[in-house]
């Protein structure tokens, strides 16, 4: 008798210590979305701010209705041959208890769906940085629809889903290496291969209209990562998330500089957004090593995407595709690296006892990593592709060249960033002439 109560004494309970930890992560995630909203927002043209923050905006409303009707059974049901889930109690979330535990796990279901929704939320929204300027509101909107059904929703289940085909390989991606920011950096590679480049591209100058607005979303991206990559160990129990914090800060902060020291030497400046750039593309790479790697690992991880990022966003040019804001350069770019580092920098003291190349441990993880990255690369590009593709076809992907040039915001959504109307125009300036106004009037004349 004794070792039965013993045994049922064992069996998982809800801790509300970890039940509310997570519902603040889930909230710091949800920040993202309108902090990458303002990173984006401030990186384009005044024309097309609107569009911008609302092509993010409008992935809240989406992603939301698709995840609680089937989003959540795809991703996180019961396996369905290595590529799909399926559950029907998680349909509509209609046969989920308020207090039924996620398996293994001590938070509700409920609380788990929700956290994970703010993942499906962000990665579409990442895509949209790439189609600055020119796609139809009304054809993004759908393109989410379908890219997360068709792409994110299974993606998730391969990599974090009980029975996906990396999940049992066992690729490590702790928040989303793969899972967000390779799929979406493919992702957008793929669209704009099939829309082509903005009017202009190589020729006009297209600089951020408002580095404070760049900084502010970055600052909001770096804080609410937090949540994305500490909350991804689903507890705070056995300091897994602790370790993930702490990189995360770690490898963010090593990027930043790396990037700043690369363009010092390459372009002569330290620039405001490549302060901002580099940290992000350090939060990328990290996403997915953070819980394997020590913190000097985070150091190498974060100072390696740093300069790589920095040297691919140039790639643009060189290959001619019109990435609007470096989605593949940062995004891409570090998912692959921050993945791929995992096989070299693997301490063995984290999420598991898994050691890289570097710790002694060869390179079968290596191997694992790269399947796990080229196959989510390879999938989400073309899968993509022939999505924008077929919407193209249809109802058409970009406005009109006409459009384009006179402003998306105004053409898309009938308003303006910024009136300047209250600004003081020139009548209320000569309602009352002054002897100084005079006097500056005729200096301005001679």
């Not at 990189?247 to 490549?274: C, D, P, S």
């Not at 384009?404 to 009352?432: C, K, L, M, N, P």
Request: glycine fraction near 14%; hydrophobic fraction near 55%.
């Amino acid at each position: 008798m004794a070792p039965a109560i013993t045994l049922a004494a064992e069996a998982p309970k809800l801790s509300a210590a970890n039940t509310g930890f997570m519902l603040i992560c889930s909230a710091l995630v949800l920040i993202m979305t309108p902090g990458l909203a303002f990173f984006y927002g401030g990186m384009v043209r005044v024309k097309s701010t609107l569009n911008m923050l609302m092509m993010s905006f409008i992935s809240m409303g989406i992603v939301t209705i698709l995840w609680v009707l089937y989003g959540f059974s795809v991703a996180f049901g019961t396996d369905k041959g290595s590529l799909v889930g399926w559950t029907s109690d998680f349909v509509g979330f209609s046969g989920i208890g308020k207090m039924e535990l996620w398996d293994g796990y001590t938070i509700p279901i409920y609380v788990f769906a929700v956290f994970q929704l703010m993942f499906a939320i962000i990665t579409p929204a990442l895509i949209s940085g790439a189609l600055a300027d020119r796609v139809k509101f009304t054809a993004w909107s759908l393109f989410i629809a379908l890219w997360a059904t068709v792409v994110y929703f299974p993606v998730a289940h391969w990599v974090w889903g009980t029975g996906g085909w990396a999940f049992d390989l066992g690729v490590i991606d702790f928040a989303g290496g793969t899972a967000v920011h390779i799929n979406a950096g493919a992702a957008a590679l793929g669209v704009i291969l099939v829309i082509g480049k903005r009017v202009g591209f190589k020729k006009d100058p297209m600089r951020p209209h408002s580095l404070p607005l760049v900084m502010l979303g970055c600052g909001l991206l770096w804080f609410g990562w937090f949540g994305f990559n500490a909350g991804s160990w689903l507890g705070n129990d056995d300091g897994v998330g602790a370790l993930m914090f702490v990189n995360t800060q770690v490898a963010t902060a090593a990027a930043m500089l790396a990037w700043l020291a690369y363009e010092k030497i390459r372009h002569g400046a330290f620039t405001t957004l490549g302060a901002a750039s580099g940290a992000v593309a350090g939060l990328v790479a990290i996403t997915p090593s953070g819980g394997a790697v020590s913190p000097l690992g985070a150091i190498a991880v974060g100072a390696i995407a740093g300069v790589l990022c920095a040297m691919a966003v140039g790639l643009k040019y060189r290959f001619n595709y019109d990435d609007s804001l470096d989605v593949v350069g940062v995004h891409l770019v570090g998912g692959v690296v921050g993945s791929l580092l995992i096989g070299f920098f693997a301490s063995g003291g984290g999420q598991s006892d898994v050691k890289g190349l570097f710790y002694g441990g060869g390179l079968d993880q290596f191997w694992k990593q790269c399947a796990g990255v080229f196959a989510v690369l390879g999938y989400s590009l073309v899968a993509s592709a022939i999505l924008a593709f077929l919407i193209d076809k249809t109802i058409g992907m970009r406005v009109t060249e006409d459009e384009e040039i006179a402003g998306i915001d105004q053409a898309e959504h009938a308003e303006t960033a910024y009136d300047f109307s209250g600004a003081g125009g020139g009548a209320a300036r000569t309602a009352v002439p002054t002897p100084v106004a005079d006097a500056q009037t005729k200096k301005v004349d001679a």
